[in-house]
Structures are given as structure tokens and as C-alpha cells.
């Protein structure tokens, strides 16, 4: 059974730093492309950051280059992104995913909360 399982969201100041952690497991996510969404409330899921799991190669929305931060530990199964310069628009729930070809896997989400 695969599991992607978000965790480190919380209640931030403006300006401040936060990484969420995806910790995937259930299968090898060699060929996947791991992907980072961010839904603030009341608005759609919007991807943010990916990472290709085999060469680490990355992208970056606009909104988030220079501040965001993906990376992968393939040894522990886990997928990071490190998030500073944090904005009042960073508000919102933060989602892990994993996708190949037809496969897609989603994790539950973590919340971010960030304050002025």
C-alpha cells in the first residue's frame, strides 16, 4: 500500500522558515516526479515545486523561486521542502504527491499557518 505522509506545518511569523517533510513509502518512487501543491483557503490546489526522484532535477513556480527549497533523501524515503521568506499568501494546507505516467498518489495534507 503506498503512503505519502506530510508532516513539520504549524504557525509561523511572517518572515520566517519552515520545512515539511513527505515521507513516502509502500513501492520505489524510482521514475516518479515528486511533486509539492499548496492550497490556500478558499482557492484550488496549485503546484508549487517539483523534484524528479532519479537525477533531482527541480521546478519552481514563480511564486515561490527563490524562497522554496525541494529536495529528496532517497535513503529516507523522504521529500523535503525547506520554506523561508515566508508571506501572509504562504497560508494554506501544503500537499505531498507522486506521480508517473498513469500512477498518482496523494499524501493528507498539513497546514500552514502563517502570521503577521
Known amino acids: 500500500q503506498v503512503e505519502l505522509v506530510e508532516s513539520g506545518g504549524g504557525l509561523v511569523q511572517a518572515g520566517g522558515s519552515l520545512t515539511l517533510s513527505c515521507a513516502v513509502s509502500?513501492?520505489?518512487?524510482?521514475?516518479?516526479?515528486m511533486r509539492w501543491f499548496h492550497q490556500a483557503p478558499g482557492k484550488e490546489r496549485v503546484l508549487i515545486a517539483t523534484?524528479?526522484?532519479?537525477?533531482?532535477?527541480?521546478y519552481y513556480a514563480d511564486s515561490v523561486k527563490g524562497r522554496f527549497t525541494i529536495s529528496r533523501d532517497s535513503a529516507k524515503n523522504t521529500v523535503y521542502l525547506q520554506m523561508s521568506s515566508l508571506e501572509l499568501d504562504d497560508t494554506g494546507v501544503y500537499y505531498c504527491?507522486?506521480?508517473?505516467?498513469?500512477?498518482?498518489?496523494w499524501g493528507q495534507g498539513t497546514q500552514v499557518t502563517v502570521s503577521s
Open positions: 523534484i524528479d526522484w532519479n537525477d533531482g532535477s527541480t
Open positions: 509502500g513501492r520505489t518512487f524510482s521514475g516518479y516526479t
Open positions: 504527491s507522486a506521480r508517473r505516467a498513469v500512477f498518482l498518489y
